[in-house]
């Protein structure tokens, strides 16, 4: 499984941005997919996931009311909605897939596949 993001920029405090990661190559194994994000100094932090055939997501408690994750299955695209974005949403973003089903959705560590990651830049 190949992954390219884009999407990233940079954009004002209470801005919108929208994340896009297509996939190619074995997209028939993915179990699900999910976004991470790190900032410099700091460590990876878990954004979203959903599981890619049934579309059921969860987000992290940082981003719950700002962020939605979804997908187009049959382009075999994920997609990342940031509205209300502050500050500390400054980071570089990931995507990630999981072929496998194993390991926590929230863990980094489950993942195999990732993506180059796309900066975004929120000024205040």
């Known amino acids: 499984v190949q992954l390219q993001a884009s999407g990233g920029g940079l954009v004002q405090a209470g801005g919108s941005l929208r994340l896009s990661c297509a996939a190619s190559?074995?997209?028939?194994?993915?179990?699900?997919m999910g976004w991470f994000r790190q900032a410099p100094g700091k460590e990876r932090e878990f954004v979203a996931v959903?599981?890619?055939?049934?579309?059921?997501?969860d987000v992290g408690d940082s981003v719950q009311d700002r962020f939605t994750i979804s997908r187009d299955n049959a382009k075999n695209i994920l997609y990342l909605q940031m509205n209300s974005l502050k500050p500390e949403d400054t980071a570089v973003y990931y995507c990630?897939?999981?072929?496998?089903?194993?390991?926590?959705?929230?863990?980094?560590?489950?993942?195999?596949?990732w993506g180059q990651g796309t900066l975004v830049t929120v000024s205040s």
């Open positions: 990630a897939a999981n072929t496998n089903g194993a390991g926590s959705r929230f863990s980094a560590s489950s993942y195999k596949y």
């Open positions: 959903i599981r890619w055939s049934s579309g059921s997501a």
């Open positions: 190559g074995r997209t028939f194994s993915m179990s699900r």
